[in-house]
């Protein structure tokens, strides 16, 4: 596999990984641009841009949009997350021109027709309704919510139904124009791609995007705290967490092998101790979101009201137990499923383009495989142990819990004893 790297005059960069066993393409343009960019007054608005960038462009229908990629057997899908927003197609090698027209087409030309905006807005509404309806999903927004409150960072990626309502076409264009600027743009491609081919077509239809980079944003601050909300549900659902750390930091590997120790299988200790010995739970994992100033490390779990404060007290006596007594054992497995991870996106022509583009919007170039690895590997059981208790002691907790209000107090006063520790 050889990766390849153009910028173009509008400081777009094009990145490519040619896969020659490939026939397929998977091809994509990432904006370094998602819900935190947005100001007080366009909560919703990335996710909102996403989903009307298939909606028509003055050149084709919404209609033609899908007809034209699926034609020709491939697919089309976006994505929005805290930092990015993604659009991505799938095809044949032959069609990878057709692809990145229509996805030039819909970020340069779309049409925001407002007929399409009204029946779209009601579509995003149906979706934050069906998220409100799903505790396992709201849970995790109001964690975020909690952890960063006031910020930007902090809100949900939907917005909510009064400012998705609220929006018109004008608004739109002004966030687009603002947010989605070349040196915060990548072209990706993995598969059966022709860089030069692809640098010449996307010089070509991504001509009109501005050069200059889109405004600095203020830096994420923690806070933490405390949100519960009382719901006539058969189980409660626990989310308790701590502030992370950068994808930048040097902690980073560390906190992810932690993870992975804690709630990464069903051999982490999360799994074994409340699931298989006290079957306190059907679902419980760790995870650790890191964003380009900040992380989050939580653990999610969801069990009956009476188990509540048994669950809260064994996560967090292995929190603070991992600690101190991680061992090498446990350290080299959760290591080796962070390199399975890693290795099996090179076997994904979408995993591959997307690792790319992510690398260069974070990193401004591509990390080698050989290197990530070896960060990995560099992990010992001191830097465990060390990152840990750096997590533990770096501040406020943050809890937010949803369920039957017997269960809610329990939870509070788990919150509280992982602070006192």
């Not at 960069?13 to 641009?33: F, K, Y």
Request: hydrophobic share 40%; aromatic share 6%; charged share 25%.
């Amino acid at each position: 596999m050889s990766v390849q790297i153009t910028t173009l005059d509008n400081g777009i960069t094009v990145v490519t990984d040619e896969m020659s066993h490939l026939g397929t393409a998977s091809l994509g343009i990432w904006v370094g641009a998602g819900a935190r960019d947005e100001q007080e007054n366009e909560h919703g608005i990335s996710h909102l841009l996403e989903h009307m960038a298939f909606k028509g462009t003055r050149r084709r229908t919404a209609r033609r949009i899908a007809e034209e990629i699926e034609q020709v057997g491939g697919d089309i899908n976006a994505a929005t997350s805290v930092e990015q927003t993604s659009y991505n197609v799938r095809v044949l090698g032959e069609d990878v021109g057709l692809g990145l027209d229509i996805l030039a087409d819909i970020l340069t030309e779309p049409a925001f027709a407002p007929d399409e905006l009204e029946r779209e807005k009601n579509v995003i509404v149906q979706e934050i309704g069906a998220v409100m309806d799903t505790p396992d999903d709201l849970v995790f927004d109001l964690f975020q919510e909690c952890a960063f409150p006031g910020q930007s960072v902090g809100r949900s990626i939907l917005g909510t139904p009064e400012t998705v309502r609220g929006f018109h076409r004008d608004q739109l264009g002004a966030y687009l124009g603002r947010t989605y600027r070349g040196p915060r743009m990548v072209v990706a491609g993995a598969g059966a791609v022709e860089h030069a081919r692809l640098v010449a077509d996307a010089g070509a239809r991504l001509k009109s995007i501005a050069p200059a980079g889109k405004p600095e944003l203020p830096l994420a601050t923690y806070a933490g705290g405390t949100q519960l909300v009382a719901r006539d549900l058969e189980q409660v659902h626990v989310l308790l967490g701590l502030e992370g750390c950068s994808y930048h930091h040097g902690d980073y590997h560390a906190v992810q092998v932690l993870a992975n120790v804690l709630g990464g299988g069903m051999s982490s200790r999360l799994f074994q101790e409340v699931r298989e010995e006290r079957g306190l739970c059907y679902s419980i994992y760790a995870f650790h979101w890191s964003y380009a100033d900040t992380g989050l490390f939580g653990i999610y779990a969801g069990t009956d009201t009476g188990d509540v404060g048994e669950l809260c007290d064994a996560v967090i006596e292995q929190v603070l137990d991992t600690a101190e007594t991680v061992t090498d054992t446990e350290v080299a497995r959760a290591k080796a499923q962070m390199k399975v991870g890693l290795l099996a996106a090179l076997e994904s022509s979408g995993a591959r383009a997307d690792q790319l583009a992510r690398q260069i919007l974070g990193f401004g170039r591509v990390i080698p495989v050989e290197e990530i690895v070896a960060r990995v590997d560099a992990v010992d059981v001191g830097a465990v142990r060390r990152a840990a208790q750096a997590l533990i002691a770096r501040g406020r907790p943050t809890l937010t819990a949803i369920g039957p209000k017997g269960g809610l107090d329990p939870a509070a006063r788990a919150a509280e004893r992982l602070q006192r520790n």
